[in-house]
């Protein structure tokens, strides 16, 4: 083996362990209370900005019984990935229920 046949492997090496990582960097978490529900669901984070989210055919809610059960009121942590055109809620993580923010 030569050496630039081993600094080509050490380096594919460590292509293959960072390109995870950057696939993780990708994804993001919008956390908020729920001022919309329907078809998009609109949080707001303490700051008052608001953000809409679609839901896709994958996404998980955690903490009630689905995304129709989800109300205004709900504090909760909704995980999206960047790489989405519109933005899609992959996991919405329902932390309390109520009109408290």
Do not use: Y
Request: charged fraction near 25%.
């Amino acid at each position: 083996m030569t050496l630039r046949t081993a600094i080509l492997g050490v380096l594919a090496l460590l292509l293959a362990l960072a390109a995870p990582d950057t696939a993780r960097a990708q994804r993001r978490e919008f956390a908020g209370t729920v001022v919309s529900t329907g078809g998009t669901l609109v949080v707001e984070n303490r700051r008052g900005e608001r953000v809409g989210f679609s839901r896709g055919p994958d996404t998980v809610v955690e903490g009630k019984g689905g995304w129709s059960a989800l109300a205004v009121g709900d504090r909760v942590i909704v995980r999206w990935s960047l790489s989405d055109g519109p933005r899609r809620a992959h996991e919405v993580i329902v932390l309390g229920s109520g009109g408290g923010r």
